[in-house]
C-alpha cells in the first residue's frame, strides 16, 4: 500500500508541476522573447526482491526551455542589420525628398532665376527686369541655404539619436552581465526565465549596435560588437560613449571607453540602428552636403566671374552678385605645430565634394581623402606666391607646421549655407559688354569681333579707348604698341579688357575699341549670363551645373532605392527566423490547452490513487480492530 500511495504521490505532484508549467505557457504568449517551457518526466526504476521490479512513480527530471542557439545566433544577426537599413533607409529617404520635392529642392528656383536672366537679356535697360532678376537671385540663395540647413540639422539629429542609443546599449549591457552573474550562480540548472530575459536584452543590444554572442562553459554569455570589440564579458560590461570628433567637434564619433581611456570605433564594425546612423552620415548626408556645396561654390564664382567681365547700366565694371564663406580648414586636436591654413577657390573645374585629410610630415604636406583615406594629388609650397593647390582649393600656411601635424579641409561642404546675395542695386547687373568694338569698313580679312570682356576692373577704369591694327594675319599692334604674336581664336588683351575675333584678319586690318557709356541698351554680358546654365564649369569643365544637379538628385534617389530593397530583403529574411524561432520556442495555444485538459486528466486519475491507497490502508486498519 506504501507503494501504491508514494506512486500516486509522485505522480500527483509531477502532474501539478506540469499544469503550472502548462498555465506558465499561457500566461507569457504574448511576452516578447519568451521560449516555451516543457516538463521532462522520468520514470521511477522498480524496487523489491526478486525477479518482479514493480516501479516506484515518476519524477520530474528537467524543466526544458525550448529554444535553439542556432536560430538564436541568426536573429541577433538579422536584428543588428534590420536595425541599421532601418536607419539608413528612414534617414535616406528624407534626403531624398529635400532635394527632389519641388518645395524644397532648387529645380524651381533654378529655372525661375535663369528666365529672369533672360528677361534682362531680352530688356537691359529695363529696371522692372532687373529687379526681377535680383528677387530671383535672392531666392535661389534662399533656397541654397535652406536646403543646406535642412542637411545641417539632420546631422545634429544624428548626434543626438546616436547619444541616447549609446546609453540604452549600455543599460543593456549592464543587465547582461548581472543576468550572467545570476545565471553562472544557479550552477547547472539556471531559470528558463532568466535566460530568455538575457536573450531578449542581447537582441534588443543587437539591434542597436549589432552584436554577436558566444556561450560560455559555466553559462555565461559574452557579447562583442561586429568588428569584435567587446560589449559583455562575463560579469563585466564595457562602456559605449560618443566622442567629439578632433576635427570638429560638433561632429560625434563612436568610442569604447577603457581603463586607460576612451577608443574610437571605425563605423564599419557596428551595425544596428548606431551602424545605420554612421553609414547615413559618411555614405549619403556628407556627399549630397558636399556636392550641394560644390555645385553653390562653382555657381556663385563663375558667375561672379561672368558679372565682372561686363558693364554695369552706370557704365561701371561689374562687381559680384554673390558671397561665399571661405572652405574651413580645422586643425586636429593634437597638432603641436602653430601652422594656419587660409583656403579659397583656385579652380572650380577641379573641385571635389570629399572632406580631405592633410598632413604635415615635417618636410611636405600631402592630402587624403577623410571616408576613403585615398591618396589626392597636391602641389605647391604653400606661400602666397606659390599656395599648396589641392582638389580645386589654394591653401596659404601661416606659422610652423610641426611632423605629424593634421587638418581637416571641407572644400565645400556647408558651401551652401554660406550662399549670400550681396547686390542690391538693380543697376548693378553688368548687361553690357565692357567695349564696343568696330571692325574698320576698309578691312579685307574675315576676321569679326566676337566677345569682349573685362580682365582687371581697376585698370580697366582708366579706359578711353584703343585701336587694334595687325601688321599680318600673326602680329597685331595696340595704339601702336608692339607688335604682339596673334593666332586665330586667342585673346587680345591690354590695359584690363580683352578682345575676342572670330575669322581671320589680314595685313592693315584696324578695330576701334571704345568704352561701353553709361545706360546703354547693349546685352553681350547679359547674353552669356543668361546662358550661364549651360556653360560646362565641373568635373574638368565638362559638365553644366544642371548636369550637376541632376547627378545630385539621381545619386540621392539611387542610395535611397538601395537601401529600401535592402531593407524589404532584410525584413523578409528576419521574418523567416523569427518564423523558425516561433516553431521551436513559440507558444502555441491550441497545443498547450491540448496538454492542459492531457494533464488534468493524468492528475485527477493520480488523485484517485492516492484515494484507492487511502481505501485500502483504512480497510485494513479496519480488519485489525475486528
Known amino acids: 500500500m506504501s507503494g501504491v500511495l508514494s506512486t500516486g504521490t509522485s505522480a500527483l505532484l509531477a502532474f501539478q508541476r506540469a499544469l503550472s508549467t502548462v498555465g506558465h505557457n499561457v500566461a507569457n504568449a504574448a511576452t516578447p522573447g519568451y521560449s516555451r517551457q516543457r516538463v521532462d518526466l522520468a520514470s521511477r526504476p522498480g524496487t523489491g526482491a526478486g525477479q518482479i521490479q514493480i516501479g516506484a512513480g515518476v519524477d520530474v527530471a528537467k524543466l526544458q526551455r525550448l529554444a535553439d542557439g542556432l536560430v538564436f545566433a541568426r536573429q541577433v544577426d538579422s536584428s543588428g542589420e534590420v536595425g541599421r537599413l532601418q536607419q539608413l533607409s528612414s534617414l535616406s529617404g528624407r534626403v531624398d525628398s529635400l532635394v527632389t520635392d ?20 531680352a530688356e537691359p535697360t529695363s529696371t522692372v527686369a532687373r529687379s526681377e532678376m535680383l528677387n530671383a537671385a535672392e531666392q535661389l540663395a534662399g533656397r541654397w541655404r535652406a536646403l543646406d540647413s535642412q542637411l545641417g540639422q539632420m546631422g545634429s539629429e544624428t548626434n543626438q539619436r546616436m547619444s541616447a542609443q549609446v546609453g540604452e546599449v549600455n543599460r543593456l549591457a549592464t543587465e547582461i552581465a548581472k543576468y550572467n552573474v545570476d545565471i553562472v550562480s544557479a550552477g547547472a540548472n539556471p531559470s528558463p526565465d532568466l535566460l530568455d530575459a538575457r536573450a531578449l536584452r542581447v537582441e534588443q543590444l543587437a539591434s542597436l549596435v549589432g552584436a554577436s554572442a558566444v556561450p560560455q562553459d559555466d553559462g555565461a554569455l559574452n557579447v562583442f560588437t561586429g568588428g569584435g570589440q567587446p560589449i559583455v564579458l562575463g560579469a563585466k560590461a564595457s562602456t559605449l560613449a560618443t566622442v567629439a570628433d578632433p576635427y570638429r567637434p560638433d561632429r560625434m564619433q563612436l568610442a569604447l571607453a577603457g581603463p586607460n581611456g576612451t577608443v574610437q570605433l571605425p563605423a564599419d564594425s557596428v551595425s544596428g540602428e548606431i551602424g545605420g546612423l554612421l553609414e547615413f552620415r559618411n555614405r549619403v548626408l556628407d556627399p549630397a552636403r558636399g556636392e550641394l556645396g560644390r555645385l553653390a561654390t562653382a555657381f556663385a564664382t563663375e558667375f561672379n566671374a561672368v558679372q565682372r567681365s561686363g558693364i554695369d547700366f552706370n557704365g561701371n565694371p561689374g562687381a559680384d552678385i554673390f558671397s561665399l564663406r571661405a572652405p574651413p580648414t580645422d586643425p586636429h586636436s593634437a597638432n603641436t605645430g602653430s601652422a594656419t591654413l587660409t583656403a579659397s577657390v583656385g579652380d572650380v573645374g577641379a573641385l571635389q565634394a570629399a572632406d580631405l585629410v592633410l598632413r604635415y610630415d615635417g618636410a611636405s604636406w600631402s592630402a587624403n581623402r577623410a571616408d ?22 589654394n591653401l596659404t600656411v601661416a606659422g610652423a607646421a610641426n611632423a ?45 569681333v566676337g566677345s569682349t570682356q573685362v580682365t582687371n576692373a581697376a585698370t580697366f577704369a582708366g579706359f578711353t579707348g584703343a585701336t587694334v591694327e595687325f601688321i599680318d594675319a600673326a602680329q597685331y599692334t595696340v595704339d601702336g604698341a608692339g607688335p604682339y604674336p596673334y593666332s586665330p581664336g586667342s585673346p587680345i588683351a591690354s590695359g584690363g579688357w580683352s578682345l575676342t575675333l572670330d575669322g581671320t584678319p589680314s595685313a592693315g586690318d584696324s578695330f576701334a575699341l571704345s568704352p561701353t557709356p553709361p545706360r546703354s541698351a547693349d546685352n553681350g554680358n547679359a547674353r552669356t549670363l543668361a546662358a550661364f546654365d549651360h556653360r560646362r564649369l565641373l568635373d574638368g569643365r565638362t559638365a553644366t551645373l544642371t548636369e550637376g544637379m541632376g547627378q545630385l538628385t539621381a545619386r540621392v ?6 537601401s529600401e530593397l535592402s531593407l524589404e530583403a532584410q525584413n523578409a529574411i528576419h521574418t523567416q527566423v523569427t518564423a523558425e524561432r516561433e516553431s521551436v520556442s513559440g507558444v502555441n495555444l491550441d497545443e498547450e490547452a491540448a496538454d492542459l485538459m492531457r494533464y ?11 484515494s484507492t491507497a487511502d481505501t485500502l490502508f483504512q480497510s485494513l486498519l479496519g480488519a485489525i480492530r475486528r
Do not use: E
Open 600 to 610: 488534468q486528466q493524468a492528475y485527477q486519475a493520480a488523485a484517485q490513487v492516492i
Open 404 to 448: 605629424g601635424d593634421r587638418f581637416a579641409l571641407s572644400p565645400t561642404a556647408g558651401a551652401a549655407g554660406g550662399l549670400q546675395l550681396v547686390m542690391r542695386d538693380a543697376n548693378g547687373i553688368a548687361a553690357a559688354s565692357p567695349l564696343q568694338a568696330r571692325a574698320d569698313t576698309a578691312n579685307l580679312g574675315t576676321a569679326r
Open 102 to 121: 519641388r518645395a524644397t529642392g532648387l529645380a524651381q528656383p533654378w529655372s525661375a532665376f535663369f528666365a529672369a536672366s533672360q528677361g534682362v537679356s
Open 372 to 393: 576613403t583615406g585615398a591618396p589626392v594629388a597636391m602641389t605647391g609650397a604653400g606661400t602666397s606666391a606659390d599656395p599648396l593647390r589641392v582638389a580645386g582649393i
Open 557 to 562: 534617389g539611387s542610395q535611397t532605392r538601395h
